[in-house]
């Protein structure tokens, strides 16, 4: 490995102390990163926008200001993508989609602001499943990013937050922000080998983020490491007046260092809902962590809820985030439907055939379900299961607009959807490989508002095991070009 390939693929914290202790430039960083975004994304397509020219006078912004002595923290001239919904001021915001490509931001996001206000260097917008209604990261008016753990067949990149993840494990950004509603940053967390954390629903703002359903949206890292997500977790969480969801929960208190301290904690494998039809590679990969966080000095054992039963029943109803999207972008499917990626409006327009009792009475029972989970969950540290139940499969697979995609997508969203419909956080992380290289998901799904304890757990297994450690060989990416 050369040194540029080294420094574009290590950790953020990393990356944090070279720049800290002056033996990295910011501009330095930044160049390196658009001439990997020249190198790899025409085929990789990762990025909808890069935006050069900002990136480099943010980095040259950082370097004065650490000339001054004002270093801003740990993300202080640290170049990263944003999934192409958060609003950052004079940046198109379009959800990946052509029907918003004039709407123009006229302030940065709420979480946009305090990422730049930390130093952050924004290396462009970057792809998405449009309007965020997907798991499996297909757009088909952009094209769909190229899942860079396999160079000869496209394999889906997960969704929706799908340029972000291969933007990271590609090393074309050091850390990318998505949002996940039903898992948008941990399955393509899954897909391409990296850390995906998914905060409890109110923890970070979403004010200047484009919605898809606001009861369940939320907005997380995907990064290389645990270490990484935490970093970003600290400076993006915490009580926004612009959104108020953000105002009724417990006080957010940063994490800081995570340590790999983990005695006497519980982790339980629950016997119900997610081990459906799951590849017998990651049933075994999943399975095995078990052994691991043992050996750590927790404690692991098989565990049935009830309320995973009444999940299926949930999962059985019409579906909410349907009619949240219709809420939001109704107008737009009665007028220009056609110019909607018809695999996002044939499952959006579902929305419309919900009726309001039918809405609340789904809403209750959702609400109910979370409060019995909440209080299942008391000693119950962390539920130990596959992100998602298969490696990424080819594109060519399921790019259609019948039965298989909706087939696939949904077994995207399965697993991952659950943590986000029961109300709790959640975090998925590299825990190995199949036969053929592709990665494999293991997700912690921790108690509401407990993300301190979930990043511990998850930081004492990435410390014991290397999986995070891998790249994917791109060599014949750039050899094509």
């Known amino acids: 490995m050369n040194h540029d390939e080294d420094l574009a693929f290590a950790p953020l914290h990393e990356q944090a102390r070279l720049i ?64 192409d919904l958060f609003d950052v001021g004079g940046l198109a915001t379009t959800g990946g989609s052509v029907v918003l490509a004039d709407n123009i931001a006229e302030r940065d996001a709420t979480v946009t602001r305090r990422l730049f206000e930390a130093g952050a260097v924004l290396l462009g917008k970057a792809h998405m499943v449009e309007f965020a209604f997907g798991g499996a990261g297909i757009n088909h008016h952009h094209g769909t990013p190229w899942n860079p753990w396999d160079t000869e067949i496209q394999r889906l990149p997960g969704g929706s937050s799908s340029g972000s993840a291969v933007a990271v494990a590609s090393g074309m950004a050091s850390v990318a922000l998505g949002s996940d509603t039903r898992g948008s940053v941990r399955i393509p967390s899954s897909f391409c080998a990296l850390v995906g954390l998914k905060p409890t629903f109110g923890r970070v703002s979403c004010a200047g983020v484009l919605p898809l359903d606001p009861t369940l949206d939320s907005i997380g890292p995907l990064a290389r490491c645990v270490t990484d997500a935490a970093l970003v977790y600290d400076i993006i969480a915490g009580a926004d007046p612009l959104d108020g969801s953000t105002m009724t929960v417990p006080q957010f208190v940063p994490v800081e260092e995570v340590d790999d301290e983990i005695g006497g904690a519980r982790l339980c494998i629950p016997r119900e809902y997610f081990w459906e039809d799951v590849d017998t590679e990651v049933e075994a990969a999943v399975r095995a962590t078990a052994g691991v966080f043992a050996e750590l000095g927790a404690h692991v054992d098989e565990v049935s809820l009830d309320e995973l039963n009444r999940l299926e029943e949930l999962g059985a109803r019409k579906s909410l985030t349907a009619v949240e999207a219709c809420l939001r972008y109704g107008s737009l499917l009665e007028t220009r439907q056609q110019e909607f990626d018809p ?123 290397d999986w995070h450690l891998s790249r994917p060989d791109l060599s014949a990416v750039a050899h094509a070009r």
């Not at 990424?392 to 077994?411: F, H, S």
């Not at 199949?434 to 304890?453: D, K, N, V």
């Open 20 to 83: 800290a202790r002056r033996d990295l430039s910011p501009v330095e960083l930044t160049e390196l990163y658009l001439d990997r975004i020249g190198d790899f994304d025409d085929r990789l397509n990762a990025y909808l926008a890069v935006t050069a020219e900002r990136a480099l006078a943010m980095a040259r912004a950082a370097e004065m200001a650490l000339t001054a002595g004002g270093r801003r923290g740990p993300l202080h001239g640290i170049p990263l993508a944003l999934k």
């Open 343 to 465: 695999i996002v409006s044939e499952r959006m327009v579902d929305g419309f055939d919900v009726s309001a009792i039918e809405y609340l009475e789904t809403r209750r029972f959702r609400d109910a379900l979370q409060h019995s989970t909440a209080a299942a969950m008391t000693d119950i540290d962390a539920l130990l299961v596959p992100t998602t139940p298969f490696a990424a499969p080819a594109l060519a697979d399921c790019d259609d607009q019948g039965a298989e995609y909706r087939r696939i997508n949904g077994m995207c969203l399965r697993n991952t959807a659950a943590a986000s419909l029961l109300g709790l956080c959640s975090i998925s992380l590299p825990c190995g490989f199949t036969r053929a290289g592709l990665p494999i998901g293991l997700m912690l799904i921790g108690r509401p508002y407990e993300e301190a304890r979930l990043l511990r757990l998850a930081r004492a297994y990435e410390a014991a095991t």
